[in-house]
Nanobody, 120 residues
Framework: QVQVVESGGDLVQPGGSLRLSCAAS????????MEWYRQAAGKERELVAT???????DTADSVKGRFSISRDNAKNMAFLQMDTLQPEDTAVYFC??????????????WGQGTLVTVSS
């Protein structure tokens, strides 16, 4: 059983900052890629940022220079630092993790999401 829990979503004014956290827990060998997606009302879910176990990361063009992703492998956690937030960043943010259960078996898991609202 693997649980993925996001936290940190809130209402923030344009230009503000938020830091989202994602924690993976349960029985597994390790966590490989950790990713943040977001889904705005009426839109498809989109990839925002991704980070490998070794720390290689990338962000979507729409948030490049404003958002950054990091992780703590010892705690199986990922973080999304969001700066200079804009109303179009309003969405539910989901954490997606690739968990290794054995040398021959891995599986992807999603969290329930955390709501970020950017509004004055």
């Amino acid at each position: 059983q693997v649980q993925v829990v996001e936290s940190g979503g809130d209402l923030v004014q344009p230009g503000g900052s938020l830091r989202l956290s994602c924690a993976a827990s349960g029985s597994f060998l390790g966590v490989e890629a950790m990713e943040w997606y977001r889904q705005a009302a009426g839109k498809e879910r989109e990839l925002v940022a991704t980070i490998s176990r070794t720390g290689t990361s990338d962000t979507a063009d729409s948030v490049k220079g404003r958002f950054s992703i990091s992780r703590d492998n010892a705690k199986n956690m990922a973080f999304l630092q969001m700066d200079t937030l804009q109303p179009e960043d309003t969405a539910v943010y989901f954490c997606h993790v690739h968990v290794v259960h054995s040398p021959y078996y891995s599986m992807d898991y999603w969290g329930q999401g955390t709501l970020v609202t950017v509004s004055s």
